[in-house]
């Protein structure tokens, strides 16, 4: 099946610690992004790659960090410098297609700090 | 500023009835507009796609449609089933050289039998 993977699905993390999220994908899409969403907010994107060994900040990058060094995989890194990390998380992927950007997602990550 | 904002926030209709959601935008260069739906504690599945140049598209029981004039789209959801019930999404892509997306908050539907 192509798609995008995230694991896991929930995550549980103690205040001070940093936490990995994984996200990997097998539609050969050269880009891949993270995403935030908190109740009532839209999603606000995090970091984005658009190429191998390239990525950039996003919206609010602050408290995290990605890597990119290899094309089916984007991780992200939540640190102890992000004060607010319980969300949920979505990584995405995406192509051009006809001109248009189409996006597909992962089915998220929900972290909770405890 | 670029923004997209959907209403109602939140709608619960009986099931076998219709209705339609909201999303006005104000972005610029705009390239297309998508509505996603997101069942709770999943990613958003794309249900349909607008260009510029077009007003109405279906897919099924959904049928999106676009006013580039007035920057507004909306979503009509025909015959509800429960299956229906989740949060749909109005999102705005710009037409620059990365084609940023920008959400919307969205409209969360409950369909009641």
């Known amino acids: 099946d192509g798609g995008i993977t995230q694991s896991p699905k929930y995550l549980f993390r103690k205040e001070g610690q940093n936490v990995t999220l994984s996200c990997e994908q097998n539609?050969?899409?050269?880009?891949m992004y993270w995403y935030r969403q908190d109740p009532g907010q839209g999603l606000r994107l995090i970091y984005y790659?658009?190429?191998?060994?390239?990525?950039q900040k996003g919206d609010i990058a602050e408290g995290y960090s990605v890597s990119r060094e290899k094309k089916e995989s984007f991780p992200l890194t939540v640190t102890s410098a992000q004060k607010n990390p319980t969300a949920f998380y979505l990584c995405?992927?995406?192509?051009?297609?006809?001109?248009?950007?189409?996006?597909?997602f992962g089915q998220g990550t929900r972290l909770t700090v405890v | 500023k670029n923004q997209v904002e959907q209403s109602p926030q939140s709608l619960i209709i009986l099931e076998g009835k219709n209705c339609t959601l909201q999303?006005?935008?104000?972005?610029?260069?705009?390239?297309?507009l998508r509505w996603y739906k997101q069942d709770t504690g999943r990613g958003p599945v794309s249900l349909t796609i607008?260009?510029?140049?077009?007003n109405t598209k279906s897919n099924g029981r959904y049928t999106a449609t676009l006013d580039a004039d007035t920057k507004q789209s909306s979503l009509h959801i025909t015959a509800s089933q429960l299956s229906d019930s989740a949060s749909y999404i109005c999102?705005?892509?710009?037409?620059?050289?990365?084609?940023?997306?920008?959400f919307g908050t969205g409209t969360r539907l409950l369909v009641s039998p």
């Open positions: 999303c006005n935008y104000t972005v610029s260069p705009f390239s297309n």
């Open positions: 539609l050969n899409h050269d880009a």
């Open positions: 995405a992927s995406s192509i051009v297609s006809r001109g248009h950007t189409e996006a597909f």
């Open positions: 790659s658009q190429i191998v060994n390239d990525f």
């Open positions: 607008m260009t510029f140049s077009e």
């Open positions: 999102v705005v892509s710009l037409n620059t050289g990365f084609q940023k997306l920008v």
